[in-house]
C-alpha cells in the first residue's frame, strides 16, 4: 500500500484561477516532504521541500503548507498559467530508521489541466 | 550548462536483447540515481551511486545493472531485457546523498524504453 496519497487524481481549472492539492502519508518516521513538478514528456522538477518543523514554505505561485501532526500536505496554486499544466507530485522522505534506509516513497500525482 | 542528459529518448528492443542507458551530468554531483516510472505506481529507485566506482541497490534492481566509472556518467544496463522492463527510466543527481534535508535531486528528460 502506498503510504502517500495525494488527490484529487486529476484537476482542470481556467486559467487565472486557484487551486489547491493534497497530499496525505502515513509515512514514519518522517523527515521531509517535498513537492515536484513534472511536465509532460520531462522529469520531475523540485518545487518545494519542507521539514517537520516547517509550516509554509513558497516559491513564486505555488505554497505547500504540511501538518506534521495530521500528516496532511497542501500545495496552492494561484492565479494559475497555462504553464502550469503538469502533474503535481508528493514525495515523503522516511527519517533514518531500521530497515527504510531514509528512502523516498513517491505519491502518484495529481495531474493539473489548466484551460484558457 | 546542460544539467542531466539521458541517452537515447526513446528505444525498442526485443525480449532478450541487451542495451545501455547513458546519463550524464555537468553540476559536479556526487551522487546519481536510476529510477523507473510506470503507469499507477510512483517512481522506484532502481540503483544509486554516491561517489566514482560506487554503486548501491535501490528498491527494484532486479534485472539491472550499473556503473559509475567517472565522475560525470551513470550506465544503466539490461542484459537480457524483459517486457516487464518496458518503462520510462530518469536519471537525477544531487550534491549529497538523498538521506540529507537539503538536498535536490535534477532530473534528467527521460528515456522511453519498450520491450516487445
Known amino acids: 500500500k502506498n503510504q502517500v496519497e495525494q488527490s484529487p487524481q486529476s484537476l482542470i481549472i481556467l486559467e487565472g484561477k486557484n487551486c489547491t492539492l493534497q497530499?496525505?502519508?502515513?509515512?514514519?518516521?518522517?523527515?521531509?516532504l517535498r513537492w515536484y513538478k513534472q511536465d509532460t514528456g520531462r522529469g520531475p522538477v523540485s518545487l518545494t521541500i519542507?521539514?517537520?518543523s516547517e509550516n509554509t514554505k513558497s516559491n513564486g505561485r505555488y505554497t505547500a503548507t504540511l501538518d506534521a501532526d495530521t500528516k496532511q500536505s497542501s500545495l496552492h496554486i494561484t492565479a494559475s498559467q497555462l504553464s502550469d499544466s503538469a502533474s503535481y507530485i508528493c514525495v515523503v522522505r522516511f527519517a533514518a530508521g531500521a530497515g527504510n534506509n531514509r528512502k523516498l516513497i513517491w505519491g502518484l500525482g495529481t495531474s493539473l489541466a489548466v484551460n484558457p | 550548462n546542460a544539467g542531466v542528459t539521458q541517452t537515447p529518448k526513446f528505444r525498442v528492443l526485443k525480449t532478450g536483447q541487451s542495451m545501455t542507458l547513458l546519463c550524464a551530468q555537468d553540476?559536479?554531483?556526487?551522487?546519481m540515481y536510476w529510477y523507473r516510472q510506470d503507469p499507477g505506481m510512483g517512481l522506484r529507485l532502481i540503483h544509486y551511486?554516491?561517489?566514482?566506482?560506487?554503486?548501491a541497490k535501490g528498491e527494484v534492481p532486479d534485472g539491472y545493472n550499473v556503473s559509475r566509472l567517472k565522475k560525470q556518467n551513470f550506465l544503466l544496463g539490461l542484459e537480457s531485457a524483459a517486457p516487464s522492463q518496458t518503462s520510462v527510466y530518469f536519471c537525477?543527481?544531487?550534491?549529497?546523498?538523498?538521506?540529507?534535508?537539503?538536498?535536490?535531486?535534477?532530473f534528467g528528460p527521460g528515456t522511453r524504453l519498450t520491450v516487445l
Open positions: 537525477a543527481s544531487s550534491r549529497v546523498l538523498q538521506s540529507s534535508f537539503a538536498d535536490t535531486q535534477y
Open positions: 497530499c496525505n502519508y502515513t509515512v514514519s518516521p518522517f523527515s521531509n
Open positions: 551511486s554516491v561517489g566514482e566506482g560506487t554503486t
Open positions: 519542507m521539514t517537520f
Open positions: 553540476m559536479n554531483h556526487e551522487y
